[in-house]
């Protein structure tokens, strides 16, 4: 199906088709340990590339009226007889997978990705200026919960709590900094942190000052629709998330909200600050949602977290130093710089480089402590990706055995070049699949 299309283009713009080649054989001749990268099935990919590219559908499949949602009629332009049925399901899909009781929440599919969708509940809930919390970038936070050099940090007064020295969240900073600055939303989720969030805990800060509690699941969605972490709802108030990453859907985001907010929420994405929704991305996120309520997404979130601890396991047997002393979900950071002698690296950068030279591609992540923000020490894996390919807990022994040997080789001795053969020959054997088991 998508061979065809994909040949047509080599005929239509072969400069654009050697491209995409490229980077097809890229991927199936590397080994991705990003933890927000994954592997969409042929379904979502193919959903991409239909006539709903075409259409312009501003507005919802519905208009507010009292607070309420009314049937139809709240587009700007005509045609919509598609859209709407689509938008529906596919927000639908999402209040069923997300929520414990649908009926009292809302959903909008329409952000364009992570980023825009936590911009829109700032927009939503905020007015300029106003204070909200969230972690910091430093300590794995991301940089839309206020960082400086993002928009929500310089039109909102951000202020962020920090890991503690166990690098676990500092919930008692969390409650003090709360009580002191009496922040009208708290941000939580985070961008590189390996431990179970206390969503309870954080939910009861924030209604003890009167904030709203916003679950940013961007990373592990999927583990909380699996019963692999904890699950947001009720304690939050909203949900935002990317359906990339370990959801397996198209690059977009997904507000979920009690339906109080929901009419905020659907202003503040349109017309606040999109226009026009990307219908073919919605196409595709409304099978991804349905591929994620199969009972064989349980079984691959479950074996997410399983590879992750053995990966973690394995390297700390190694002599890596890993942040909050292991993992509880589907990532680790490794501190590069801070591990044993015979695996330590200059930075995480340099470390990356080098896996990236024996196929092996994460990214340099900056660690807590760190006080060289263009120098970070750590490098952040995931098992998202790997799982996808059908890895199990032996082939993370695989793994950790070939990062161990990149980092602690001398950089000419040969064993970069090996390590990436071997690394080749090991995903010629394992197609990146082109569909997932269903049921
Ligand atoms: C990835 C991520 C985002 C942003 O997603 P984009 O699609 O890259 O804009 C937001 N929050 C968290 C926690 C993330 O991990």
Redesign the pocket.
Known sequence: MLGELKQAISMHDPEVAALIAAEDVRQQQTICLIP?ENYASKYVLAALATSFTNKYSEGYPYRWQDGDKVARNGRYYQGQANTDALEHLAMQRALDLFTPNPERYHANVQPL???PA?LAVLNACLEPGDTFMGLSLQHGG?L?HGHNVSVTGRYYQAVHYHLNDDEVINYAEVRALAEKHRPKLIFC???AYPLIIDFAQLGEIAKAVGALLVA?V??INGLCIAGQHPHPFPHADVLTT?TH?MLRGP?A?LIICRKELGEAIDRSVFPGLQGGPHMNTITSMAIALQEAATESYQAYAAQIVKNAKRLAQTLQQAGFRLVGGGTENHLLLIDAVQSAENVRSKSGGYLAARLEKAGIIVNKNTLPGDDKPWLPTGIRIGTPAVTTLGMVEQDMDVIANWITRVAGCKDDDGTLLTVKQEVESFMAAREIPEAFAQS
Do not use: E
Request: proline letters at 0%; a positive charge.
């Open positions: 927000s990705s992570g980023s936590n991301h839309t989720g985070a961008t940013d961007s990373h990317t990453k690059r985001g």
